[in-house]
């Protein structure tokens, strides 16, 4: 049985194309609008547990942000890149919130349209909140192998699908980069045969990556671990350690990859950053064309 989809066609070209301000420059940038929104598992298939309440959006911080949480329905919310004329890359998106809510727009719809504006799809992902980890670990393994089956759909390339996370979706994303390889849950469907492994893997200031002086024991780093660019700030005292420890293990087996640490920034800012970190973007740009996931600049005279 399909899983459930619910489509819904927008004019997105006009909003999309005008979006052409430096990427360095991003605050809040206005949001763009999905294409499709897709359930992460088929009725009565998802394994393991959902929330014991039900889903709500927290109590306002006069901050702006969207914080949901008890997120029993995972599901994908797709950001086109605009008028492609050949597949686009895509990365799924995974909101932070310490693995108790998500910071769905500040971290997630945010990052989507910034996406869009380097002519790459944003896929926001809801995965279970709070306190599931496992949980959250199947929905983004599904959620790799249900881009990649859906990929002639969303005119996604499928040699070009990442995976970026913040805070804790960056610990969700290194988890999904070092465990591609054990699958968290039995296959469901057709989909579940195909690869969860990402193609590469942006971290923007990571939580939980070391316990002690070591990577976190549920980040088995190998030297078939995916291109990885962390980004991270001197003054976020709590897990810049973590992304240092991860650095030198990356080296140490080989990894292509690069940290990009600011000395300030501090911590949970995603576009809205004031501080040394606020050209994270630009930096993240670079990479995606170093790597070749972006094109190249076309010399002019």
């Not at 910071?103 to 945010?110: I, Q, V």
């Not at 089956?149 to 996370?165: A, L």
């Not at 939980?208 to 671990?225: Q, R």
Request: hydrophobic letters at 35%; proline letters at 11%.
């Amino acid at each position: 049985m399909p899983e459930p989809l619910i489509i819904s066609l927008f004019c997105i070209s006009s909003c999309l194309l005008a979006y052409t301000i430096p990427a360095f420059a991003l605050v809040s940038p206005a949001p763009a609008n999905p294409l499709v929104s897709l359930a992460v598992w088929p009725s009565g298939k998802m394994p393991g547990a959902g929330a014991a309440e039900p889903e709500k959006e927290q109590p306002s911080k006069g901050d702006g942000v969207v914080r949901l949480t008890n997120v029993s329905e995972p599901n994908l919310t797709v950001y086109p890149a605009p008028a492609p004329s050949r597949p686009t890359p895509a990365v799924i998106i995974c909101p932070g919130g310490g693995y108790g809510i998500l910071a769905m727009n500040k971290e997630g719809s945010e990052i989507a349209s910034w996406l869009n504006s380097l002519g790459i799809t944003g896929i926001v992902l809801k995965y279970r909140v709070p306190n599931n980890r496992d949980g959250a670990l199947q929905d983004v393994q599904r959620a790799v192998r249900l881009v990649r089956s859906r990929s002639k759909d969303w005119n996604v390339d499928v040699s070009r699908i990442g995976v970026m996370g913040f805070s804790a979706g960056g610990h969700l994303s290194a988890r999904l980069s070092t465990n591609y390889d054990t699958p968290a849950y039995p296959v469901v469907d057709a989909s579940d045969r195909l690869s969860c492994r990402p193609d590469f893997v942006v971290l923007v200031y990571p939580a939980y990556l070391n316990k002690e002086d070591k990577p976190a024991p549920e980040l088995p780093i190998s030297s078939k671990t995916p291109p990885t660019l962390i980004i991270h700030s001197e003054d976020d005292k709590s897990f810049v350690p973590g992304s240092k420890i991860y650095d030198v293990a990356l080296k140490a087996n080989h990894v292509p990859h690069e940290f990009q640490l600011f000395a300030t920034g501090g911590h949970g800012y995603g576009l809205r950053c004031e501080k040394d970190a606020r050209v994270w973007p630009q930096r993240c740009q670079e990479w995606l064309t170093k790597i070749s996931v972006l094109p190249k600049p076309t010399k002019t005279e």
